[in-house]
């Protein structure tokens, strides 16, 4: 059976009425865009010739999605979140707005609230046996390569396991552990003090791992760890660097890795007296380079569900 029905007038008058694009009532925004998307969906179980079956079966998928928790996930992992990373990429480059450190995507595992210290901090909270100490360190600087000050840097990762505190499935993690936030002083230094990540991997009987798998995909990210850098006078930027050397680099499940933003990690020794755990430890340096308001604004705030939790 391939019947085509889309472009029927009974088909244009369902789509029209279903999403009361000719209405006055609701939002004109939300009316035009369930209309597009209604009809991109319509327009495709027409095209592939998608069975009922075939339709329940995604609308079953969506319920188990959001029963999961996990719709931020596989937007991740579908390439969404990169895609609008894209489309800011091509509007900055439209715009002439150049030099900054490339943004990447943010995930679905930050927890805002963390305690903000001044230009260090230690946020390795838990023991963790099977990773050794990092110092992540750099300088906030702006498009001219001067230090900022007051410049905020929070920074997100997982554990040796891969699981990230707030949302460990096995509990392990304190609130907060491995997540930080300093602030620059004149100098627009900041330092990290923490434990080697490993990547994450998708919940495995979770809906996204699903429907990875259906598509012979995998969950896995490499190792990396997040950022957020933010300074009255600047964009906020949106970021992470990779942990030189994973296998994943390249092959990561949400497409997050950048060419800029995969630093050298350095064997160094003198730990202990930095009060790590042991004297041998990893350094990446990394600087960040932010790039300024635009018309005295930054359009770089997304507005999206983020955990919160009191510190
Ligand atoms: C992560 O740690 C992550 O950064 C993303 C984008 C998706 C899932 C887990
Ligand atoms: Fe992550």
Known sequence: MSVKVFQTE???????VAANLEGEKGHARARA???RLLSDLFKAIDDLDMTPDEVWAGVNYLNRLGQDGEAALLA????????????????DRAAHIDGGTPRTIEGPLYVAGAVVRDGISRIDLNEDDDAGPLVIRGTVTGQDGKPVADAMIECWH?????FYSHFDPT????EFNLRGAVKTGADGKYEFHTLMPVGYGCPPQGSTQQLLNVLGR???RPAHVHFFV??????????????????????????????????????RTGGKALELKTDAYKE??????????????DNQIVHRLRAVVEA
Not at 171 to 174: L, R, V
Not at 236 to 258: C, H, S, V
Not at 284 to 297: M, S
């Open 171 to 174: 509990g392990a993690q304190s």
């Open 284 to 297: 990446i340096e990394f600087d960040f380079r932010l790039t300024p308001l635009v018309q005295g604004k």
């Open 33 to 35: 865009i369930t209309h």
């Open 76 to 91: 991740a992992g579908l390439g969404l979140e990169k895609f609008l990373d894209i489309r800011m990429d091509a509007a």
């Open 10 to 16: 009974e088909v244009q008058n369902l789509l029209k």
């Open 158 to 162: 997982a554990n040796s396991k891969g």
């Open 218 to 220: 995998h969950g896995d």
């Open 230 to 267: 933010t300074s009255d006078k600047h964009r906020k930027l949106t970021t992470q660097i990779n942990i030189e050397g994973d296998p994943l680099i390249w092959d990561d499940f949400a497409y997050a890795t950048r060419e800029d933003l995969i630093p050298p990690v350095v064997a």
